[in-house]
């Protein structure tokens, strides 16, 4: 048998057993899924209204909020998996099964190969449930088959690279609270940037960081999109004014908050009203002449 077939035999049989501690103790597949799901139906039936009116969609209520949260819930699901990963190769480290495997006959990376396929299908997993839990209370995404294309393919990716990140903090932590506090940065990422809140309403200093910070683009694009928004709907705060003012909400004078007349292609009226009374004065100044 040569060497790429051993590899693959190994690795399936890592997976294999990887997999069973996940179907014998899952209580730890059920946290994964499990926190998502209570944020988000804390988020949408507790803070949705209130902070949907804010987004500045047509509903302005939580159906809006929903579509806007549900990425971030998803980054955030993908980001939970990084604990249990870590905890699960610090388990293998310091309790004495790596030593057994040293002294077999075995493709070395299988081992960490096990752990990371294992990981991507506990995320999928999750994923899978937290989108059903969305659509059961409302969630309708528009995006075309192409868009979920490719936000299935950045979620998949944004899985592997997160889960070798946790696996290395397995590696390097020497007791299994170590490594299961290491990962908690990517788990509070997704609250630091704009899946919950658009950053605009955020200060300065904290904007800054929101918009750069590495979930702030997926979430946006293409999450975003597949998932019924993206930046797109992160409006400017000056349009919600403006609505507010047509609406009679302000107590703002009547060309207190228009529009300058070229941001919505009126300047040939507005450059007709400004000729009108300049020709106005020419003509009475010619009559006083002629006179």
């Known amino acids: 048998m040569s060497t790429p077939a051993y590899a693959v035999r190994d690795s399936r049989t890592m997976l294999r057993r990887n997999l069973r501690h996940m179907w014998r103790y899952p209580s730890l597949t059920l946290m994964v899924a499990g926190i998502p799901v209570v944020i988000l139906l804390l988020f949408v039936y507790v803070f949705g209204g209130t902070l949907g009116a804010g987004l500045g969609g047509p509903g302005g209520g939580r159906a809006d909020y929903l579509a806007y949260v549900t990425p971030g819930i998803l980054l955030m699901a993908v ?171 302000l107590p703002v004078g009547p060309r207190g908050l228009q529009p300058r007349p070229w941001a919505r292609g009126n300047l040939t009226e507005a450059s007709r009203e400004a000729d009108t009374p300049r020709s106005e004065a020419g003509n009475a100044s010619r009559g006083q002449v002629r006179a």
């Open 79 to 249: 980001a939970g998996v990084a604990q249990g990963t870590a905890i699960s190769v610090a388990m293998d480290m310091t309790e004495g099964i790596i030593a057994r495997f040293r002294t077999m006959a075995i493709f070395r990376p299988s081992i960490l190969t096990g752990h990371v396929v294992s990981a991507m299908t506990q995320t999928a997993a999750s994923l899978a449930i937290v989108l059903a839990v969305a659509l059961l209370i409302g969630f309708r995404p528009t995006a075309s088959p192409v868009e979920w294309t490719a936000a299935v393919g950045v979620l998949a990716m944004i899985t592997l690279a997160i889960t070798w990140l946790s696996v290395g903090c397995g590696l390097v932590s020497k007791t299994v609270e170590a490594a299961s506090n290491l990962p908690m940065p990517l788990m509070l990422l997704p609250f630091l940037g704009s899946g919950f809140v658009p950053t605009e309403s955020m200060p300065t200093a904290l904007r800054w960081f929101a918009e750069y910070q590495p979930f702030t683009p997926l979430h946006r694009d293409p999450a975003g999109p597949a998932a019924g928004h993206g930046h797109r709907q992160q409006r400017h705060p000056r349009d919600r004014l403006v609505r507010r003012h047509h609406r009679g909400q």
